[in-house]
């Protein structure tokens, strides 16, 4: 019998019952490289960067949290007056601004709306640091000619990467669409459990479940709508649902405007 032969069947009992680790480097970077041409990609498909206006729902926020005469009555009209900027660059890093066209009566509405447009932007700078994951950078997924390790689960493949600042865990079906990322950095843990629609043959990120792992108990859910700007697709809505001991709150995302410059 020959060699190839002897180690297809060596593979194959050993697979049996087990969790399979695909030691061959060619089948593990044909997988992989296949599974990241499988993502929808800004970058690959022309854009260089993108500016938008981001209108936030403060009303619909402040209802929820049962804000009480001062907010209503002082920080909602600045609130509703103020402009938020958001800026994405080639590697999917985000610059976001505001600008307002109101100034606070005094120091105690001056620090409310501090707090609540410094909300605003980590909302939209944490949304912006996973979507870019998916939507600008090739997708979580490792370089298919890097180090990590493609394990054989039956139904999915699970593939960690170890970098020197973080570890990464995915999981993925086996049409290549990843069902759960775990990433653990020595500051913080958190998983992702992603969905995808289709674009074409590729996926294109939906929505997401974030839960914190460690430090302050936190899950987010975020549901995206897109908007076709140029041939690209883009966010047009964003609906952030966080769960806080006080209830559950949702912060709507309106982006408009949006301009583009290609590669």
């Not at 500016?51 to 009555?73: E, M, Y």
């Not at 976001?96 to 100034?103: D, F, G, I, M, R």
């Not at 908007?227 to 609906?239: K, R």
Request: proline share 6%.
């Amino acid at each position: 019998m020959r060699r190839s032969t002897w180690g297809a069947m060596l593979l194959a009992i050993y697979c049996l019952g087990l969790t399979c680790v695909l030691a061959h480097g060619a089948d593990k970077k044909d997988i992989v490289g296949q599974a990241r041409l499988s993502y929808y990609n800004l970058a690959k498909a022309g854009l260089k960067e993108f500016r938008c206006q981001v209108q936030p729902d403060f009303d619909t926020t402040f209802k929820v949290l049962k804000a009480g005469p001062i907010v209503q009555d002082q920080v909602l009209p600045i609130l509703r007056k103020t402009h938020f900027e958001l800026l994405v660059g080639p590697n999917g890093a985000s610059t976001v601004s505001h600008q307002s066209e109101l100034p606070p009566p005094n120091e105690d509405v001056a620090r409310r709306v501090r707090d609540a447009t410094t909300g605003t932007e980590q909302i939209l700078t944490g949304f912006m640091e996973t979507w870019s994951q998916f939507m600008i950078n090739s997708t979580p997924l490792p370089d298919a000619d890097g180090a990590y390790q493609l394990e054989d689960l039956g139904s999915k493949y699970r593939i960690t990467a170890k970098q020197p600042s973080a570890e990464s865990v995915i999981l993925m079906d086996r049409d290549y669409e990843i069902s759960e990322l775990k990433v653990t950095t020595p500051e913080l843990a958190g998983t992702i459990w992603p969905t995808f629609t289709r674009v074409g043959n590729q996926f294109i990120l939906a929505s997401y479940v974030y839960r914190a792992d460690s430090g302050t108990p936190q899950e987010l859910s975020v549901e995206i709508e897109y908007g076709d700007v140029e041939g690209f697709e883009l966010p047009s809505q964003v609906t952030a649902n966080m769960k806080l001991p006080s209830g559950a709150v949702d912060f709507l995302l309106t982006f408009a405007s949006c301009q583009i410059k290609k590669r």
